[in-house]
């Protein structure tokens, strides 16, 4: 499985931006597919998952109630909807899938990866 993101760039505080992330391959049920976001100096964490088995989707808590995840299987697709930016949220951006991966997500737990997108938030 290949993952293609986009949708990154440079937004006031307070913004909004919709990150894409398509899969080359279909991405069944079976697939947790996630976001996850890493700024400089930092290791990379955990932003939001969509596990379709059960209909869940899951947030870490510093973007819950500002960020939605979702997800088309007819054109393989996740959407990270990021709304009320903050300059803390400035980060490389990136996608993920694997079969079957459970909560608590951790990076390792992925093997698919997109090639990241940049988030850059201005205050």
């Known amino acids: 499985v290949q993952l293609q993101a986009s949708g990154g760039g440079l937004v006031q505080a307070g913004g909004s931006l919709r990150l894409s992330c398509k899969a080359s391959a279909r991405t069944s049920s079976s697939y947790t597919m996630g976001w996850f976001r890493q700024a400089p100096g930092k290791e990379r964490e955990f932003v939001a998952a969509?596990?379709?088995?059960?209909?869940?989707?899951y947030y870490s808590d510093s973007v819950k109630g500002r960020f939605t995840i979702s997800r088309d299987y007819a054109k393989n697709t996740v959407w990270l909807q990021m709304n009320s930016l903050q300059p803390e949220d400035t980060a490389v951006y990136f996608c993920?899938?694997?079969?079957?991966?459970?909560?608590?997500?951790?990076?390792?737990?992925?093997?698919?990866w997109g090639q990241g997108t940049l988030v850059t938030v201005s205050s």
């Open positions: 993920a899938a694997d079969k079957g991966v459970l909560p608590p997500f951790r990076a390792t737990s992925f093997a698919y």
């Open positions: 969509d596990m379709r088995s059960g209909g869940r989707t």
